[in-house]
């Protein structure tokens, strides 16, 4: 980081110390004062990641809460301020945090240095599937890279170029160190996740899932992506009478039973397709765009991916 940036950095956290001062304490979270570096992350899938990289560096204050909707979680007042003080913003990028991006681009024109993950790391766009599904949002791009372990990996790199670049007081060989660790522990990820799907024939690699989230794991690891019981890229959007008419068709074609909708979300809709498809539809839970809190399955990246990587198999083998 330049001198110059170094000044402007000080100069907002002086600002922000008097505010907290005045409002007595109210915004002392995130206004402390003090010099230590920060960087600060929208996403809690990339906040645990970050954090990896980062280690004791930097103070990571990550946006969203666990078991929240990337598409449709927002900012409090504090929390904005907090994005203007950080050294480093990392984002998804790609229109995930849609209620979160008007945010980002106040800081970027501020000075505060960003970093769009999902649009280095080679982003695939929505494509409709066999049944025309998807059809408003294809070619748009999907930012749901984090399920394919080795776009992760990419992410890794380009988040620690960035730490190193713009976060005055990081040790580079120390955020490089553990850069190189976690992304060993991605490369033997990505190795037991291949292993697992090898269980899985290739007839029944088939998926049909809440909205359409899954794509990049179904690139890397060989998987069809049937449908989605919200024909969108985004939760935002709702299905119609014929969406669910076109998905069931698709199902029965394939002779797929088995319906992966988010944990942290009610089965509402995958439900409606057991009626559609007047029998048996089993519906298996996935922890598809966020973490859960601590303990409850999926409080990291790694966790996440492994226990979606077992729900899968399980699912897709349990005939």
Same mark, same amino acid.
């Given at each position: 980081?330049?001198?110059?940036?170094?000044?402007?950095?000080?100069?907002?956290?002086?600002?922000?110390?008097?505010?907290?001062?005045?409002c007595?304490g109210t915004?002392?979270a995130?206004?402390?004062?003090?010099?230590?570096?920060?960087?600060?992350?929208?996403?809690?899938?990339?906040? !645990?990641?970050t *954090?990896?990289? +980062? =280690?004791?560096e930097? #103070?990571?204050? /990550?946006?969203?809460?666990?078991? %929240?909707?990337?598409?449709s979680?927002?900012?409090?007042?504090?929390?904005a301020a907090?994005m203007?003080?950080?050294?480093?913003?990392?984002?998804n990028?790609?229109?995930?945090?849609?209620n979160v991006l008007r945010h980002?681009?106040?800081?970027?024109e501020?000075?505060?240095?960003?970093?769009?993950?999902?649009?280095?790391?080679?982003?695939l766009?929505?494509?409709?599937?066999?049944?025309?599904?998807?059809?408003e949002?294809?070619?748009?791009?999907?930012?749901?890279?984090?399920t394919?372990? !080795?776009?992760? *990996?990419?992410a +890794? =790199?380009?988040?620690a #170029?960035?730490? /190193?670049?713009?976060?005055?007081g %990081?040790d580079?060989?120390?955020?490089?160190?553990?850069?190189?660790?976690?992304?060993r522990?991605?490369?033997g990820?990505?190795?037991?996740m291949?292993?697992?799907?090898?269980?899985?024939?290739?007839d029944d690699r088939?998926?049909v899932?809440?909205?359409?989230?899954f794509?990049?794991?179904?690139?890397?690891?060989?998987?069809?992506v049937i449908?989605?019981?919200?024909?969108?890229?985004t939760?935002?959007?709702?299905?119609?009478?014929?969406?669910?008419?076109?998905?069931?068709?698709?199902?029965?074609e394939?002779?797929v039973r088995?319906v992966?909708?988010?944990?942290?979300?009610?089965g509402?809709?995958?439900d409606v397709?057991?009626?559609?498809l007047?029998?048996?539809?089993e519906?298996?839970?996935?922890?598809?765009?966020?973490?859960?809190?601590?303990?409850?399955?999926?409080?990291?990246?790694?966790?996440?991916?492994?226990?979606?990587?077992?729900?899968?198999t399980?699912g897709?083998?349990?005939?």
């Amino acid at each position: 980081m330049t001198a110059p940036k170094r000044l402007v950095l000080r100069l907002r956290r002086l600002l922000w110390a008097v505010i907290a001062l005045l409002c007595a304490g109210t915004v002392t979270a995130c206004v402390s004062g003090d010099d230590r570096p920060r960087v600060v992350v929208t996403t809690n899938i990339l906040g !645990d990641v970050t *954090r990896e990289i +980062v =280690g004791g560096e930097a #103070d990571v204050t /990550v946006l969203m809460k666990p078991n %929240a909707d990337p598409h449709s979680f927002g900012l409090s007042a504090v929390e904005a301020a907090e994005m203007e003080n950080a050294d480093l913003v990392v984002l998804n990028g790609l229109g995930l945090e849609e209620n979160v991006l008007r945010h980002v681009e106040a800081v970027r024109e501020a000075g505060v240095p960003t970093v769009e993950v999902g649009k280095v790391v080679d982003p695939l766009t929505f494509r409709a599937t066999a049944d025309g599904e998807l059809e408003e949002g294809a070619g748009q791009p999907d930012p749901h890279f984090w399920t394919d372990p !080795d776009r992760m *990996r990419k992410a +890794v =790199g380009v988040i620690a #170029d960035e730490v /190193v670049e713009n976060v005055g007081g %990081a040790d580079e060989r120390t955020v490089r160190r553990n850069a190189a660790r976690y992304d060993r522990q991605l490369a033997g990820l990505t190795a037991w996740m291949e292993k697992s799907f090898d269980r899985v024939p290739e007839d029944d690699r088939a998926l049909v899932t809440n909205h359409h989230v899954f794509g990049y794991l179904a690139d890397r690891f060989g998987f069809r992506v049937i449908g989605a019981v919200v024909p969108s890229g985004t939760t935002l959007a709702s299905p119609s009478s014929s969406d669910l008419r076109s998905l069931t068709e698709a199902m029965r074609e394939a002779g797929v039973r088995t319906v992966f909708a988010d944990s942290s979300r009610p089965g509402r809709l995958a439900d409606v397709l057991r009626t559609e498809l007047g029998g048996r539809v089993e519906v298996v839970g996935l922890y598809s765009e966020s973490l859960t809190a601590e303990g409850e399955g999926a409080d990291t990246y790694l966790r996440m991916m492994r226990a979606n990587t077992t729900a899968l198999t399980e699912g897709l083998t349990a005939h």
